[in-house]
């Protein structure tokens, strides 16, 4: 069954100083990633997703992620955060291996702290 | 507006008292799911539906029941609450059931069950 992990629970960032959320996965056949965001009282937000094709994938609001195929990764990055930024992000795969779990997995979300 | 509602955002009810909590979407999309948001857990998914009528569960349904019998509505029941369901609940949807599908959110049920 494919898994995903965000290794770090919280990230404090100076405003205005580059970003970066970890995210790493399993899956048994090819990855499909996905970064949301949530900010206070909302639901989670799509920002954007690797299915095939270019490693750098562009998002929503100036966000980046890097697929890494050996280091089995998918950071999510900006290279500028602002305080609006502050949320919590979450990681999911989907997998399309004989192995997998028929579903999206989501990881247990990383929350962003921008410092003024 | 393209979205997906849920009814009702905050509900405080008891032990053993049945209740519904309403999920609907205007995007004709096919799949739907349930999740419940922990602190320290993530999301974990209850139950989905890949299209009318066809339900599963996903890794935490015990306790629940849903119904698809229309496109747009997909219904979480607690037939009865216990205090362990105290969560945050979230409905999805998404075009379709494929690998690279993007789910859309509602804006969350807070429920706390006493």
């Known amino acids: 069954a494919q898994s995903v992990a965000q290794p770090e629970d919280q990230v404090n960032v100076a405003e205005g100083n580059p970003l970066t959320v970890k995210c790493t996965y399993s899956v048994s056949g090819n990855p499909y990633l996905f970064w949301y965001v949530q900010y206070p009282n909302r639901g989670l937000q799509f920002l954007l997703k690797?299915?095939?094709?270019?490693?750098l994938v562009k998002g929503s609001y100036g966000f980046e992620a890097e697929f890494n195929k050996s280091q089995t990764s998918f950071h999510l990055k900006k290279p500028s955060a602002l305080v609006s930024d502050s949320a919590l992000y979450f990681c999911a795969v989907r997998d399309d291996g004989m192995n997998r779990d028929d579903k999206i997995i989501f990881g247990k979300g990383t929350r962003l702290h921008i410092l003024p | 507006e393209a979205q997906v509602t849920q009814n009702p955002r905050y509900l405080i009810t008891v032990t053993g008292k049945k209740l519904t909590v309403t999920c609907s979407q205007n995007?004709?999309?096919?799949?739907m799911s349930w999740y419940r948001q922990d602190p320290g857990l993530g999301l974990r998914q209850i139950y989905y539906?890949?299209?009318?009528?066809?339900?599963d569960k996903g890794d935490v349904p015990e306790g629940y029941k849903v119904s698809r019998k229309e496109k747009r509505n997909f219904p979480l029941i607690l037939e009865s609450p216990s205090p362990n369901q105290t969560s945050l609940y979230f409905c999805?949807?998404?075009?379709?059931?494929?690998?690279?599908?993007?789910?859309?959110f509602g804006p969350g049920t807070r429920l706390t069950v006493l």
């Open positions: 999805a949807s998404s075009q379709d059931s494929l690998f690279g599908s993007t789910q859309y």
């Open positions: 995007m004709n999309h096919e799949y």
């Open positions: 690797y299915i095939t094709g270019d490693n």
């Open positions: 539906s890949m299209n009318v009528e066809v339900t």
